[in-house]
């Protein structure tokens, strides 16, 4: 049975001595003390490890199981998802006027890495919701959000998103759903929509789909979606629930790995569907919902790596097994444990580096949608949007990857699902698939968020790594081990989007062809960033003479790691965007 | 359901333009030409196609039931076993004096490349009663091979390997199984193994253990292990079975993929065994196994990544989504294949790039195998042993990497189990790990195999290389596109092996942290090797003035991808390697 340690310390490191959120004036940050998130983060640790982790494998094991049109979740989940409810950590991130607890993006953030790390699946349905949520508050009437909102903050009511058809995925455009209008300023909708996370289950009393759909006679494709709220049952005036609606499960998916969460085909039928936002103009309002899920599935790839090499570092230090080649370091034992061998050192140091860097380039990237949503500053915003394909593609390959290196630590009983470790690689897979598969976000980086705004995110971004070279060069220590590398790194990206810039005008597919390897080439970059800021801060607390020396030792160790043998993949994926389109073009379709 | 096409015509390029096996004297070969080639692979393309690719998923979804004692292998399983047997597939590379077809290995490993792609989990049945027949045929005493050997030919009895134990996979010194020896000269085996691939099924009259085990009394350690042969049922005098041994299945395991095999916990009681070899010398048999099953367990990375390319290639001609950027390519559907987008055709072409060149690199490997078995050559042997662990680990890890592309493909549809891209990536996850994972061989091959007989084997790659190139540098598209991208390579991998020279000796772990670098590094030399090679002959086909010119382009065309961008990975691998011992090990264990 897989062990679960929430990183506490780890977390507080990135939120108080890298971010340093409680002196920045970002709204909401100034109630953000090391007490006060350190209450908080310590409580959901501990949800994490004694309610959810438990609940992961028995999720796996069970399933979901459909009968008579009803979704029973495994045993234990019902238990489970009360008890995050009642204690308000399905509305952590909230707005109070509708019920929330209105604390910033950052600390849903944190939380949610340690609910996610114990059990993907379970935390999904709270995490759709708040998807679900977050469009509703930002495109939805008066009147929808004080029927709905409460009730989803509470998570009393659960939501979901409706994109998906058999034959559409990526391309809305070529969607089906209609949404026929009422003479009451309803509509009614009927189609099928597939891959619908937490479409049916027994965990709450009513359940609220986003769906989108074509109201006859508005434009062609992607122009003439609008989005729609579908509820399970009807919501009377008084918010008492209603008849049932037109809507019904179908057939749940057998899937891979996140056996937790029910993914259910919808079936719509005359069902009764309420516009939000304007006709027309459901994809602006989709986006919202799509953003917030696509930093959500990049914290989906980091925790379940987290998690995972926690399983491998526990393993690694019990399992005996071979002799370390330099002497023995049990001699009293039948052999020495695993992590005495340098290359299960290897593998957990590259997950180690990662998680950690990640980490922090979670917890940044959330910082910047608190700085948006409180100043509105359109930069920032840029940033944001250009950093959140990279945060989804890069950390859910890069987290799967970690997953499978963890799981190989274990040898043949990794591949045993007792075991729990082919749980997280199954899991952890889906992350690279949905909202977006990650092609998609390297398509949408390359083809829309680098060019967006004459390049002025991208160059923001280059700015701010040029300034914080500048600013910490004189510290020699820093710059050879993490600011040198840096820069080598960040003139990778740079000759990168150069030469896109500079061939993809009259040849898109010379960019595109790349637009993988960018998207990995910039995480490295923001990683490696992320790892100068780190190693800065354990050098400064070094110097400050602090207690824990270890701690920020053990920083600086695994962050020149990620430097020497890492960072340096950016030289390959160079090389890589600079063959262009030829070679990855030059076959006909019929030739493959 | 997954489709599979037999790679008849690349096979046959690989076998007769490149490797011109025909033209060769190894002993055998001379009656490999084109059209016995042709019939047998012909032949075994039906089977693999009709036959064994629809089990594929019946074995994954049914797996293997337990019910007392009795282990029942999948609906369809026991009929497809016979056809192999009477068809003769099961005996193809086995000893004429045994009923085998005396075929070369590199036959046994062209049908087994198919046999595997279409149903991996099947195949194993056949492919561990081979390695089983290759131990008592090299070490067995002429009695023993009397009795078993030509039973085991015909797979009417299947083998297994019995090595692991719950304490000890890789480390056999720890291991705990005993031997008493009986005074009629056999022996009491009492023990228990797991992992034990086919140790019980339904689909043979008898199943012959093979069993390392320690003799009581002997040395302690790997020293004091010793082979022994212990049947399910005991054979009498004339060949007919006897009393059933003390050895049961206690248990299967739950796994992540090859469900359609069992895999058993097997508990020995005081079963009889007899002693294959020498007493204490049951690690070189072992070794005779285990080299066999290395090699197969690479082809088994190969074919999951073939067979999971083919889907992928097929699912990207047919399904509609998005437009290409540079224009419609089928204006008047609703949209344009897959594959229009460059970012999927990326993703094939690093598939198609390492099926191909790895299936050269398996024959070419193949084919030093009946070298040395027709010479003798201890050259030739080197050679293959130093490839050995390069054909394990980087076929496998690269073949599931694969897998994980092809499946990328299919986006959400790739995640549910009904569309069988999981069960590619489930099946080769194994592949990575069993018979030695992949971390073993790396140590395998920067250990030992590159400093074996004073580097000779090394020294040989090395001038095979720089051969090929000084033979062919005047042809100068192939120089430009193939050799020097293919010296730069190998420059980077003397460079590798030259670090470890200089710094493995006075500290191992120097060597030992860039093992798993090291061994992809190799890998990708010998692709590029195998690229060039191929290359060359497709260049002298056209030359020829062939046919099928599009064929012998589309080599090309693919060999140049590889050369251009995959190939280049050795520089990042080599900056890694450089990097030596410290970033690797500079962690005390506690601190991860």
């Known amino acids: 049975m897989p062990?679960?340690?929430?990183?506490?310390?780890?977390?507080?490191?990135?939120?108080?001595?890298?971010?340093?959120?409680?002196?920045?004036?970002?709204?909401?940050?100034?109630?953000?003390?090391?007490?006060?998130?350190?209450?908080?983060?310590?409580?959901?640790?501990?949800?994490?490890r004694d309610v959810l982790t438990p609940l992961n494998a028995v999720g796996d094991s069970e399933g979901c199981v459909l009968e008579n049109g009803v979704v029973r979740t495994p045993t234990g989940f019902k238990e489970a998802f009360d008890m995050m409810r009642d204690g308000g950590w399905t509305g952590l991130g909230a707005d109070p006027e509708f019920g929330g607890q209105g604390m910033p993006y950052i600390m849903h953030t944190a939380v949610g890495e340690m609910f996610a790390s114990a059990n993907m699946a379970f935390n999904m349905y709270a995490g759709l919701t708040n998807g679900a949520y977050e469009a509703i508050h930002a495109h939805?009437?008066?009147?929808?959000?004080?029927?709905?909102?409460?009730?989803?903050?509470?998570?009393e009511w659960t939501g979901t998103m409706n994109l998906t058809e058999p034959h559409?995925?990526?391309?809305?455009?070529?969607?089906?759903?209609?949404?026929?209008?009422?003479?009451?300023?309803?509509?009614?909708?009927?189609?099928?929509?597939?891959?619908?996370?937490?479409?049916?289950h027994d965990m709450a009393d009513n359940i609220i789909h986003l769906v989108l759909a074509k109201i006859?006679?508005?434009?062609?494709?992607?122009?003439?979606?609008?989005?729609?709220?579908?509820?399970?049952?009807?919501?009377?005036?008084?918010g008492s629930l209603g008849a049932r609606n037109g809507v019904a499960c179908g057939n749940l998916e057998e899937k891979m790995g996140i056996h937790g969460n029910s993914t259910c085909v919808m079936n719509f039928d005359d069902a009764t569907g309420f516009l939000v936002g304007d006709a027309h103009k459901g994809l602006r309002a989709m986006f919202t919902m799509m953003n917030a899920?696509?930093?959500?599935?990049?914290?989906?790839?980091?925790?379940?790596?987290?998690?995972?090499?926690?399983?491998?570092?526990e393993y690694a230090r019990e399992r005996l097994q071979g002799r370390d080649v330099t002497g023995a370091k049990n001699p009293d034992g039948?052999?020495?444990?695993?992590?005495?061998?340098?290359?299960?050192?290897?593998?957990?140091?590259?997950?180690?580096?990662?998680?950690?860097?990640?980490?922090?380039f979670m917890l940044w990237g959330a910082s910047l949608i608190d700085t948006y949503n409180d100043t509105g500053d359109k930069d920032v915003n840029g940033l944001a949007s250009l950093l959140t394909p990279v945060i989804k593609g890069f950390l859910t390959d890069k987290g799967f990857d970690c997953t499978v290196q963890a799981q190989q630590v274990?040898?043949?009983?990794?591949?045993i699902e007792e075991q729990g470790m082919s749980q997280f690689v199954r899991d952890a897979r889906i992350a690279m698939i949905y909202e977006g598969a990650n092609g998609v976000q390297a398509l949408d980086l390359v083809g829309r968020k680098l060019a967006a705004d004459g390049g002025k995110p991208v160059m923001a971004f280059f700015d701010l790594v040029k300034t914080f070279i500048k600013e910490n060069e004189t510290d020699a220590a820093l710059n050879t081990d993490f600011l040198i590398p840096l820069k080598a790194a960040s003139k990778d990206l740079q000759a990168a989007a150069m030469f896109f810039m500079q061939n993809g005008m009259k040849n898109p597919n010379a960019a595109l062809a790349g637009s993988t390897d960018f998207m990995h080439l910039f995480g490295h970059v923001c990683l490696g960033?992320?790892?100068?800021?780190?190693?800065?801060?354990?050098?400064?607390?070094?110097?400050?003479?602090?207690?824990?020396?270890?701690?920020?030792?053990?920083?600086?160790?695994?962050?020149?790691?990620?430097?020497?043998?890492?960072?340096?993949?950016?030289?390959?994926?160079?090389?890589?965007?600079?063959?262009?389109?030829?070679?990855?073009?030059?076959?006909?379709?019929?030739?493959?």
Chains 1, 2 share one sequence.
């Open 293 to 313: 899920a696509r930093l959500g599935v990049g914290l989906q790839g980091l925790s379940q790596a987290s998690a995972a090499y926690q399983n491998a570092v």
């Open 168 to 200: 559409c995925g990526t391309d809305l455009g070529l969607l089906r759903t209609k949404a026929e209008p009422q003479d009451d300023g309803s509509y009614k909708v009927t189609g099928q929509k597939i891959f619908i996370s937490a479409g049916e």
């Open 140 to 155: 939805g009437s008066d009147a929808l959000k004080a029927t709905y909102l409460p009730k989803m903050v509470t998570c």
């Open 216 to 238: 006859p006679g508005g434009p062609d494709g992607v122009k003439g979606i609008s989005l729609f709220i579908v509820p399970k049952f009807m919501v009377n005036e008084d």
């Open 3 to 48: 062990i679960y340690n929430p990183p506490l310390k780890d977390l507080e490191f990135v939120l108080h001595d890298v971010l340093k959120i409680h002196e920045s004036d970002i709204k909401g940050y100034d109630d953000l003390d090391r007490d006060f998130t350190s209450a908080i983060l310590d409580e959901a640790g501990k949800i994490s």
């Open 529 to 592: 960033l992320m790892w100068a800021r780190m190693a800065k801060s354990a050098s400064d607390s070094l110097a400050r003479g602090v207690a824990d020396t270890e701690f920020y030792e053990t920083k600086l160790t695994t962050g020149r790691y990620y430097m020497q043998r890492l960072l340096p993949e950016t030289g390959l994926r160079l090389a890589r965007i600079n063959t262009g389109a030829t070679p990855v073009m030059a076959l006909a379709a019929e030739n493959f």
């Open 334 to 360: 039948p052999a020495d444990p695993l992590i005495v061998h340098p290359d299960i050192r290897r593998a957990l140091m590259d997950q180690k580096a990662f998680v950690e860097g990640g980490r922090a």
């Open 410 to 415: 274990f040898g043949g009983h990794g591949y």
